[in-house]
C-alpha cells in the first residue's frame, strides 16, 4: 500500500525539504529508488544531468530485465520489468514535457542509444489534453493553437547528438522552436 503521491507512472513520491532545496525521490515497485533529483526554489523541473542518472538507472534495469530471464525468482523479474517500463516512460515525460524536446547531448553511445530507442517507442506518445485544457480553462488562451503545436511536437524524431558546441546547440534549439510554431501555424490557416 502506497503511503503518498504517485507520478503518472505510478512511481512513489517522496520529498526531503532542506532550506532552499528539496530532495525528490522517485521510487518504483520493491523499493526501488527510480530517480532521485534535488530542486531549488527557482527551479521547477529536474535538470539535464539529473535526466542522465535516470538514464542511467534505466541501463541498469535494461541489463538487469536481459539477465534475469535466466533467473528462477519470479516476483523480482516481474518488479524489474515494471521498474524499467515506468523508467522508460519517466524518461520520456521528462523529454517531452520538462525538457521540451530540445536537442539533447548524450555522450555515452550506450546511453544514447537507449534514448533513442525509448523516444522512438510508440507507448505514451498522447499529450496530455486534460492538463491542457485545464490550463488553457484558467488563462482562457488558444487552445487549439497550442493543441496543433503540441501534436506537431509530438510528431518530431528525437535529435540526440554527441559534443555540440554550445552556441551551435542555442541556434539549433531556436531552429526547432521556430519550425514548431511554423509548422503549428500552418495547420490553423485556411486554405485559399
Same mark, same amino acid.
Given at each position: 500500500?502506497?503511503?503518498?503521491?504517485?507520478?503518472?507512472?505510478?512511481? #512513489?513520491?517522496?520529498?526531503?525539504?532542506?532550506?532552499?532545496?528539496?530532495?525528490?525521490?522517485?521510487?518504483?515497485?520493491?523499493?526501488?529508488?527510480?530517480?532521485?533529483?534535488?530542486?531549488?526554489?527557482?527551479?521547477?523541473?529536474?535538470?539535464?544531468? @539529473?535526466?542522465?542518472? #535516470?538514464?542511467?538507472?534505466?541501463?541498469?534495469?535494461?541489463?538487469?530485465?536481459?539477465?534475469?530471464?535466466?533467473?528462477?525468482?519470479?516476483?523480482?523479474?516481474?518488479?524489474?520489468?515494471?521498474?524499467?517500463?515506468?523508467?522508460?516512460?519517466?524518461?520520456?515525460?521528462?523529454?517531452?514535457?520538462?525538457?521540451?524536446?530540445?536537442? *539533447?547531448?548524450?555522450?555515452?553511445?550506450?546511453?544514447?542509444?537507449?534514448?533513442?530507442?525509448? *523516444?522512438?517507442?510508440? @507507448?505514451?506518445?498522447?499529450?496530455?489534453?486534460?492538463?491542457?485544457?485545464?490550463?488553457?480553462?484558467?488563462?482562457?488562451?488558444?487552445?487549439?493553437?497550442?493543441? @496543433? =503545436?503540441?501534436?506537431?511536437?509530438?510528431?518530431?524524431?528525437?535529435?540526440? *547528438?554527441?559534443?555540440?558546441?554550445?552556441?551551435?546547440?542555442?541556434?539549433?534549439?531556436?531552429?526547432?522552436?521556430? =519550425?514548431?510554431?511554423?509548422?503549428?501555424?500552418?495547420?490553423?490557416?485556411?486554405?485559399?
Amino acid at each position: 500500500m502506497c503511503k503518498g503521491p504517485l507520478t503518472r507512472e505510478s512511481l #512513489l513520491v517522496e520529498t526531503e525539504g532542506h532550506s532552499s532545496k528539496t530532495l525528490v525521490k522517485e521510487i518504483g515497485k520493491g523499493g526501488r529508488l527510480i530517480w532521485e533529483y534535488t530542486l531549488e526554489r527557482e527551479e521547477y523541473h529536474p535538470t539535464r544531468g @539529473d535526466a542522465m542518472r #535516470l538514464l542511467a538507472t534505466l541501463a541498469e534495469l535494461e541489463d538487469r530485465a536481459r539477465s534475469e530471464g535466466k533467473v528462477a525468482d519470479i516476483r523480482e523479474g516481474r518488479e524489474t520489468a515494471w521498474n524499467r517500463k515506468a523508467a522508460a516512460r519517466r524518461f520520456r515525460r521528462w523529454f517531452d514535457q520538462e525538457w521540451e524536446k530540445r536537442p *539533447l547531448q548524450i555522450d555515452d553511445p550506450h546511453r544514447r542509444e537507449l534514448a533513442d530507442q525509448v *523516444l522512438k517507442d510508440s @507507448d505514451n506518445r498522447e499529450p496530455d489534453y486534460g492538463q491542457m485544457h485545464r490550463d488553457m480553462i484558467e488563462e482562457r488562451k488558444y487552445l487549439d493553437k497550442i493543441r @496543433d =503545436y503540441e501534436e506537431s511536437k509530438l510528431q518530431e524524431a528525437p535529435l540526440l *547528438l554527441n559534443e555540440l558546441p554550445s552556441q551551435t546547440h542555442a541556434i539549433l534549439e531556436e531552429v526547432q522552436e521556430a =519550425y514548431r510554431v511554423g509548422t503549428a501555424s500552418c495547420v490553423n490557416r485556411p486554405s485559399p
